[in-house]
């Protein structure tokens, strides 16, 4: 494998970039994720030719890819969006499936793409991982409104990945795929029922203890943790995305307690702090805007999947008239339509594995960047007019009485 440095250390100094980008004082604040993919096209070989996505950046490209889908799988917390949120959620996500892949199928039929079931699958994600910081910044995380975005989101990540897992085999059956992913999952859930015994006070202790030494004993468990579902899910001809987002839940639900945090912001300096944003910049790099550019009906292909995307997942809002107020479905249709990182991927996926053609892939990615960079905007505008309509109304009701 060839060791190119130059190339790391552009990819390491786009790292370093993208956050301070994301803090420019300009009334805007751009997703790192964006600054991260626009600056790897720049670099990469379809423009300046600065770097190529190859060699030690590739393998680190992968790393980050599975790093991502293992620290989705440990935001999930199905326990606290049980009820009303997650039903609402999956019958939603169903419903946008349905929806996606109606409209993808017709797109196949004019002759726009080759592969509907891919894109089908891929305006159906909501990307969760960028989500969560806008909402946190904008204080509505632990709300009524944020605990349905968050469910929601979290379906549109969960669903996808699995539903990707079955599409994108070769091995198997579709029956038989089904069949062995829901032992695979059954297999993972008897894995956290047998670790959580173990959580002794003095294993408990032991654990933590390590935590402040050289070893890091509960970060390389959950790294091993990692491996072994991701081999277990190759073994059964399943996507390793999906091992790597089972053992990210897997490590969640183990490492609950006193410690959790401690361990979690570990894992999360790994990947947030070095392997995934290499994942993005390298996506960046494979991103080819010269073919793009030099095919208008690719071009054109950009708003029909930003529409697509936003058809299927703002289509489920119906199901929440009776939950939220009607103020507040438009910024969570909006909220519900963001996505990039899932898209990335499937879109990587699709060329890699010859299922995709490379001009509609990269229509595919522009339509997620766009919707990473306008939707959330809509949806916090839309959202914070909804929150001054009702005070507004108040205190002229005040001063009529």
């Known amino acids: ?6 190339a790391l250390l552009l990819a390491a100094i786009i790292a370093v970039l993208s956050p301070l980008a994301a803090e420019l004082p300009i009334g805007l604040r751009l997703p790192m994720i964006v600054v991260e993919v626009a600056l790897g096209i720049v670099i990469g070989p379809h423009m300046l030719a600065w770097a190529s996505p190859d060699g030690v950046l590739s393998v680190l490209g992968i790393l980050g890819l599975i790093f991502l889908f293992f620290l989705a799988g440990m935001e999930l917390n199905f326990a606290a969006l049980r009820g009303r949120p997650l039903t609402l959620a999956v019958w939603g996500w169903l419903l946008s499936v349905a929806i996606a892949f109606c409209l993808a199928e017709a797109l196949y039929l004019m002759g726009v793409i080759r592969t509907p079931l891919l894109v089908g699958v891929a305006t159906t994600t909501t990307g969760m991982g960028a989500l969560l910081p806008i909402l946190r910044d904008s204080g509505e995380l632990n709300t009524r409104f944020g605990r349905y975005v968050i469910a929601a989101g979290a379906v549109g990540e969960f669903g996808p990945v699995a539903l990707l897992s079955l599409l994108l085999t ?8 089904t069949a062995l992913m829901i032992f695979f999952v059954a297999l993972a859930a008897l894995a956290v029922v047998a670790a959580l ?3 002794t006070p003095r294993v408990v202790a032991f654990l933590a203890a390590t935590m402040n030494s050289s070893s890091q004993l509960p970060v390389r468990i959950s790294i091993l943790i990692l491996a072994l579902l991701i081999c277990v899910a190759e ?27 401690r361990l979690h912001h ?45 058809v299927a997942r703002s289509a489920p809002t119906i199901f929440y008239r009776y939950e939220l107020q009607k103020a507040d479905r438009i910024p969570f249709a909006f909220y519900s339509a963001t996505s990039l990182p899932l898209i990335i991927a499937i879109a990587e996926l699709g060329v890699q594995t010859g299922r995709m053609e490379s001009d509609n892939a990269t229509a595919l990615v522009g ?27 108040s205190t002229r009701a005040a001063e009529a009485g």
């Open 1 to 6: 494998m060839q060791f190119n440095g130059p």
């Open 170 to 177: 070769r091995e198997h059956t579709h029956w038989l795929q």
């Open 197 to 199: 015994p173990t959580k």
């Open 235 to 261: 073994k059964f001809g399943l996507d390793m995305i999906l091992g790597a987002f089972t053992a990210g839940m897997i490590v969640s639900l183990g490492s609950r307690g006193q410690q959790e945090q």
């Open 266 to 310: 570990r894992l999360e300096a790994i990947g947030y702090g070095f392997l995934i944003p290499m994942f993005f910049v390298t996506s960046g790099m494979h991103f080819d805007v010269g073919a793009l550019a030099s095919s208008p009906k690719a071009l054109l292909r950009v708003p029909a999947f930003l529409l697509l995307l936003f």
């Open 367 to 393: 339509a997620g960047m766009l919707s990473l960079l306008v939707f959330p905007i809509i949806a916090m505008i839309a959202r914070r007019s909804s929150r001054k309509s009702p005070t507004q109304a």
